[in-house]
């Protein structure tokens, strides 16, 4: 018998029995897209977090006041309150050469007005470092000026949502509006960029952060974030933080430095997990539609009992039959393998256009593994009733009609 | 050359044994028309499984053209079926969803021929049975005598030297039944061994030889005489 004859006739009899061959089909490719689908979101998670990590910037870390590290042992005596971090405490971490920028944060929410129009927005008090170290651009005017940090100006830097609330589709440069209770003149407004961890740069308010401290009225500091001069230097500027601000609080480590690839390698681990996980719940799926094949390849062998007996009066061997029958689940699993993959690649096609900003991505492996682990799940549950068919006493099969 | 000796054969039904054959001997020399005669049950369908190697006999030995065929395996009793044995069937037993011409192809793809050699052979043997132009018809839209003829070019397409066939006229009205007797036996004439299992008298006095079965035996095994005609 020829590859060629074994792969015809199986053709045949899958397009010779519609409901059964469309039940196979049904279930292999149900399966196969799920596996596809499920690693695709997981994957998707994964960029999706990465993604939003390094729209941050690159080589930053993160300066947080107080501890978040348990340290065991037995409870202070006196109770141990972090000081402040304050604008001394961030200019003074420039003197390390490992540090290039240094980006002091001071964050709060203040009525915005200009004319009747009046607006609660973020205020974000920062310097002009900010704008290289969150890779920030301009859609009109320019950012906060390089100057001393200390210095209170009155100017201010709108997100570009703000910017079209409040001044609709007139140009705000120039313009003074009010922020609390004091007056900035707008310098610029910044262009869209999205959410980044949380906070939508596109309603938002920049102002220097001398003028956010006394806006506030207070001195500390929301967090530092501070961008390495290089890859290699991420530890050693953490260690130049520590050391600096441990120097300046008297010998107390109260502050927390989270740098960005530490937690991007942590998320990167946790979604790789996820993934893998619900990889194999969608595995199981495929084994459920290999159960079901098996079960359908059974009822089809007991249907075809007098032409497998035939089959045998004209001369076949009980592995002609085998063989048969194997073909016919794999040729089934493989069409229902790629049906599988199109039913996945429709669904990441729907919601990348339900959804733009989560990346749906099928990573390559697990189209392979999927269209894999089909085809042998087709196979191995392909094995019982082909078997049987194979075991069939030719006089007992053709004697029933 | 068929040659049975001392066959046996007995089925377990419920806690009963039936004995289908008992110790039957027979031979058949080539190109002998043998018909097989006797009331249900007797065993004349049993005889004809085990010489198409169908079924296997519990005791008792059997040579086809000089070989023990009860010591060959499953791939090679399957090889000597389809070389040797073509069956015709009662119900024809032809595969419903394969047009005419691809259920005489069938045997040809087992034994591995090539695609132009089939087509080949398949149209002639379609065409000398007079159904070439119902070769890509399927059984279902064929009458009963245009079935069995399908059948029968299956069974012989593969120029084997036995012919079998049970109760090929059973299911088929007189006049096709008549037509499908005389292709029978002109495949005789021109040199197959052609055995019949059949109820009806008429039929079995045109064979050359006669057996009558009863109860798993050969009860009597009588040549052609001028008296029957």
Redesign the interface.
């Given at each position: 018998?020829?590859t060629f004859?074994v792969v015809r006739?199986s053709f045949?009899?899958a397009?010779?029995?519609r409901t059964r061959t469309l039940l196979i089909l049904l279930a292999m490719a149900i399966g196969v897209g799920a596996v596809i689908m499920l690693t695709a979101l997981g994957e998707g998670a994964r960029l999706y977090v990465t993604r939003e990590f390094t729209s941050l910037g690159t080589h930053l870390l993160i300066v947080l006041p107080g501890r978040s590290e348990t340290t065991g042992g037995p409870p202070p005596l006196l109770g141990e309150t972090p000081r402040d971090l304050t604008l001394d405490d961030a200019l003074s971490l420039k003197h390390s050469s490992a540090i290039r920028r240094v980006a002091p944060i001071a964050i709060g929410s203040a009525p915005v007005s200009w004319q009747q129009r009046s607006r609660e927005v973020t205020i974000m008090g920062s310097t002009a470092e900010l704008f290289d170290i969150r890779q920030l651009s301009m859609a009109q005017g320019r950012f906060l000026p390089a100057g001393k940090p200390t210095l209170q100006t009155a100017v201010c830097v709108l997100g570009y949502k703000v910017k079209n609330e409040l001044f609709g589709n007139a140009s705000p440069l120039g313009k003074w509006l009010r922020i609390g209770g004091r007056r900035f003149r707008v310098i610029g407004v910044l262009t869209p960029k999205g959410q980044s961890l949380g906070t939508d740069m596109g309603d938002i308010a920049i102002i220097p952060v001398a003028s956010a401290q006394a806006l506030f009225n207070t001195s500390s500091l929301f967090r530092v974030i501070i961008q390495a001069s290089g890859r290699d230097s991420v530890a050693r500027a953490k260690k130049a933080v520590l050391d600096t601000i441990r120097d300046r609080h008297e010998g107390e480590d109260d502050v927390t430095v989270i740098t960005q690839d530490a937690l991007l390698s942590t998320f990167d681990r946790i979604f790789t997990a996820l993934t893998l996980t619900v990889a194999g719940i969608a595995a199981i799926s495929l084994a459920v539609a290999g159960i079901l094949i098996m079960n359908v390849m059974m009822i089809s062998v007991s249907q075809r009992t007098?032409?497998i007996?035939?089959?045998?009066?004209?001369?076949?061997?009980?592995?002609?039959v085998l063989r048969l029958f194997l073909s016919e689940s794999a040729v089934l699993s493989a069409i229902g393998a790629l049906l599988g993959v199109m039913l996945a690649l429709i669904g990441t096609w729907t919601s990348l256009r339900l959804y733009p900003d989560f990346p749906v991505t099928i990573p390559w492996w697990s189209l392979i593994a999927a269209i894999g682990v089909g085809m042998l799940t087709g196979l191995i549950f392909g094995v019982l009733p082909a078997r049987r068919a194979a075991g069939l006493?030719?006089?007992e099969a053709?004697s029933r009609? | 050359m068929i040659e049975l000796q001392g066959i046996s054969r007995k089925f377990q039904v419920g806690n009963e044994a039936v004995h289908a054959l008992r110790s039957v001997s027979l031979g058949v020399k080539p190109g002998g028309y043998l018909a097989v005669m006797g009331p249900s049950g007797s065993g004349k369908s049993t005889l004809l499984?085990i010489i198409?190697l169908?079924?296997r006999p519990d005791q008792g030995v059997y040579l086809l053209d000089e070989q023990n065929t009860t010591d060959l395996n499953?791939?090679q009793?399957?090889?000597v079926?389809?070389?040797k044995i073509g069956?015709v069937?009662q119900?024809f037993?032809l595969?419903?969803?394969?047009t005419a011409a691809?259920n005489v192809e069938?045997?040809l793809?087992?034994?591995?021929f090539?695609a132009d050699e089939r087509k080949q052979r398949v149209q002639n043997a379609l065409s000398a049975l007079g159904i070439a132009d119902r070769s890509r018809h399927r059984p279902d839209q064929l009458s009963g005598g245009q079935r069995q003829r399908v059948a029968i070019a299956?069974?012989t397409i593969?120029r084997p030297g036995i012919i079998l066939a049970d109760e090929p006229t059973g299911n088929l009205d007189r006049a096709s039944g008549r037509e499908v007797i005389d292709i029978l036996e002109n495949l005789n004439k021109q040199g197959m061994t052609l055995i019949m299992v059949t109820h009806d008298p008429e039929l079995g006095r045109r064979a050359s030889r006669r057996i009558q079965m009863i109860d798993g035996r050969i009860q009597s095994d009588k040549a052609q005489t001028h008296e029957d005609i």
């Open positions: 018998m020829r004859d006739f045949r009899s397009t010779g029995f007098t032409e007996g035939l089959m045998k009066a004209i001369g076949a061997s009980g592995g002609q006493e030719p006089v053709l009609r | 499984n198409g169908l079924d499953d791939r009793q399957a090889a079926r389809r070389h069956f069937f119900f037993h595969v419903p969803r394969l691809e069938l045997p793809i087992l034994a591995g090539d299956r069974a593969m």
